[in-house]
């Protein structure tokens, strides 16, 4: 049913539906709204969850992991510092093999504090064992989550999912969001079915120590799962699709990338904004195209050298940036197209809520097309 | 050991992790003066020192990290400790 829907409460829908058995979360800006929501459908017994107030987002994923290990379906959210209090739990939910499914309302790191959007946050956890999958609208938020879960429960993957959006831009905006209906959902996502469960009477531990001789071959073994659920998210993404009309078969989505001779690379809302701009200067003859990176980790190398292939330069729309080096996003097309000649120039733009307009997606190709790149775009160079 | 997902394993596994590995100096338990008095086995931090049949200590070397408190509390001296080629 189409509802209007602000982002947070679109996404609250969306667990919703997913029945999760445990909900663990510490509220913190912007992702408030998610976990408000979802506590008053507890509360309101609209949802048959166990709801836990925890005092910080540490102990928030740690009561996660503990319940999924009991084999229940678990579900958090957080953003930025909340975030950074999990690190140490992120690591230890991927490599116990728990398939929770997180929520990231992406908002800038501090210091300085700032409580306004950049990615920074989820893509310093890039390299935990977690999916990260990123919404460009608030019905692509929606449907991530359904796609998260089924990609993450399956015994071919057991990894955990952040499904990411961006805060306040997302979060708090209000969009018509197509909500499946739970009978809908229930086909589609059956009951977790957990390999192991901690059960008193068979007594298991998780996470055991592993010496020198066997700790190379878990983290192995992670790297095989996240290379599965590759195949694993496109066959769901197309089931979806199948289903619901919104064909998620593909971990990148290219647009009017078919004749461009410069590509943007984005990631989440920023898209939106970009595919209005490419239409203006495709108006004006300049042959731009945008490729959106739905899924950064796993990272789909061979997806974005194939829908790359046909370019002469890639600008890259970094929302974050690997402070000593260049902007995330920037380094794995680099790397997807080693060896292609293609020029690859990137622009560290948005970070703490910087407004992005038409006009600046406009410029950032303007300097692309002069070979001007690998900076900030939009500094003020007043202040500095 | 075969893996399995998550690390998960029941009670006791711990058993499959030969510590012995991290040892650089072995307790060589020599014999010439022992008295029996089996104060290698109550000051080993592991655990791992144990009273054979005809009443002499030795080390489980699978799990002795060889931190060398039996060779240095032994009363007669003669526990001594040998470095390792691996």
């Known amino acids: 049913m189409m509802e209007i829907l602000e982002g947070s409460h679109a996404v609250a829908e969306a667990v919703k539906r997913c029945r999760p058995q445990v909900i663990a979360a510490y509220p913190i800006t912007p992702q408030t709204h998610i976990v408000e929501a979802l506590a008053s459908m507890v509360a309101d017994c609209d949802l048959d969850a166990d709801y836990i107030c925890v005092e910080s987002e540490f102990s928030a994923l740690s009561a996660c992991l503990g319940a999924s290990a009991a084999g229940s379906r678990v579900y958090s959210a957080t953003t930025s510092q909340g975030l950074a209090l999990m690190f140490e739990v992120c690591f230890n939910v991927a490599g116990m093999r728990q398939p929770v499914v997180m929520t990231i309302a992406n908002r800038a790191m501090g210091a300085p504090l700032n409580i306004w959007n950049d990615q920074q946050d989820s893509i310093s956890l890039r390299d935990s064992g977690w999916m990260q999958f990123y919404a460009e609208d608030n019905q692509e938020a929606n449907d991530l989550h359904y796609i998260a879960y089924k990609v993450a429960e399956n015994h071919d993957v057991l990894l955990p999912a952040m499904v990411c959006f961006d805060g306040f831009i997302l979060t708090h905006t209000y969009e018509p969001v197509d909500i499946p209906t739970q009978e809908e959902i229930d086909a589609f996502l059956p009951p977790y079915q957990p390999v192991n469960v901690l059960d008193a009477k068979n007594p ?122 260049k902007g995330a996003v920037a380094l794995e097309v680099k790397d997807a197209l080693y060896g292609t000649g293609t020029e690859v120039l990137d622009y560290i733009i948005a970070l703490g809520g910087r407004d992005v307009r038409k006009r600046d997606i406009r410029a950032v190709v303007d300097l692309a097309e002069k070979g001007i790149g690998d900076q900030f775009y939009g500094l003020r160079t007043e202040v500095l | 050991m075969a893996l399995r997902v998550g690390c998960a394993a029941p009670p006791g596994r711990a058993h499959d992790n030969k510590t012995g590995s991290w040892r650089v100096f072995k307790p060589i338990f020599k014999y010439e003066q022992c008295v029996k008095c089996g104060l290698c086995e109550v000051v080993c931090p592991e655990g791992c020192v144990y009273e054979r049949e005809d009443g002499y200590y030795v080390a489980d070397y699978d799990y002795c990290k060889g931190c060398g408190l039996c060779a240095e509390e032994c009363p007669v001296d003669d526990i001594e400790m040998v470095q390792e080629e691996k």
Not at chain 1, 227 to 255: L, N, Q, W
Not at chain 1, 262 to 288: F, N, Q, Y
Not at chain 1, 307 to 315: N, P, R, T
């Open chain 1, 204 to 325: 298991m531990s998780l996470g055991m120590y592993a010496t020198p001789d066997y700790y190379m071959e878990f983290r192995y073994e992670i790297e095989e799962a996240m290379k599965r659920a590759r195949k694993v998210f496109a066959e769901v993404g197309a089931e979806f699709g199948e289903i619901f009309g919104r064909d998620y078969s593909g971990m990148v989505e290219g647009y009017r990338l078919e004749d461009a001779d410069i590509a943007l690379v984005a990631m989440g809302s920023i898209c939106g904004t970009t595919k209005d701009a490419i239409d203006e200067m495709r108006e004006d003859g300049k042959k731009v195209g945008l490729l959106k990176i739905r899924s950064f980790r796993p990272f789909p190398s061979e997806e974005v050298k194939a829908a790359l292939a046909g370019v002469s330069k890639v600008a890259i729309l970094d929302k974050n940036i690997s402070l000593g080096q």
